[in-house]
């Protein structure tokens, strides 16, 4: 009797464990879409780009730029929002971090401006991270239709495996934007590199040939001064 108890024991925490490892491959399709978006393009001497992005009320969009190559390393940056109202202006600028907290639904429009420079084309790398209502993973609408197993039978809920997965997701989100950011980081400052090694060669090899010419020239002066052509009678 004790070793058919012992059994049936067995078989119900086999079926528990069943049911809790099927629920955890469903739930990683449980995670939102994922509207974060980065975007590095070559912006032509004399024009501007402009972007759109969708936002929902009430949300939090945040917009990271930077210039990583180009004569000035700096653009003309604008976010306007559907209503046509310019939210936010920078002119001249190699780099900026803004947050925005949408208050109308609708596309919010990033434009980047390089029409001050006639000759110098810009590269230009963004990044766009949504969160609130629109961009936050692992909504309560999203776990509805999971069912919780018996709390008796096991010591997590679905409420504290839910917490560690969504805190999982976005810190491992948040490490790839600040890895992102890095490359753009280390992008930009090789370019300036490559672009200091230039001038460096250049005129290193300008300073060279001019201090040639001073030598000869100064050869030839001496030269020239004990170089007598007069004749001598005897």
Not at 133 to 150: F, I, K, M, Y
Not at 173 to 189: C, G, K, N, P, Y
């Amino acid at each position: 009797m004790d070793l058919l108890r012992r059994k049936e024991g067995c078989e119900g925490r086999l079926l528990v464990l069943a049911v809790v490892f099927w629920w955890c491959l469903g739930s990683v399709s449980c995670f939102g879409q994922n509207l974060d978006s980065e975007f590095t393009f070559l912006l032509q001497a004399g024009r501007s780009e402009c972007f759109f992005q969708t936002a929902i009320k009430n949300g939090t969009m945040e917009v990271e730029y930077q210039v990583i190559a180009g004569a000035g390393m700096d653009v003309d940056f604008t976010i306007i929002s559907p209503e046509g109202i310019h939210l936010i202006f920078e002119s001249r600028r190699s780099d900026g971090v803004h947050v925005v907290e949408p208050t109308v639904e609708g596309d919010y429009e990033i434009c980047f401006d390089n029409s001050f420079s006639r000759f110098s084309e810009k590269m230009v790398f963004f990044e766009i991270i949504i969160e609130g209502q629109g961009g936050d993973v692992g909504g309560d609408e999203e776990w509805l239709g999971v069912e919780e197993p018996d709390g008796s039978l096991l010591e997590y809920k679905l409420e504290d495996i839910r917490e560690s997965m969504d805190s999982l997701h976005r810190r491992l989100e948040r490490s790839r934007q600040m890895q992102t950011v890095l490359r753009a980081f280390e992008a930009r400052d090789r370019n300036l590199l490559e672009d200091n090694l230039w001038r460096v060669s250049f005129w290193s090899c300008a300073c060279v040939l001019v201090m040639l010419c001073v030598a000869l020239t100064q050869v030839y002066t001496v030269r020239k001064l004990f170089d007598d052509k007069r004749r001598v009678c005897t």
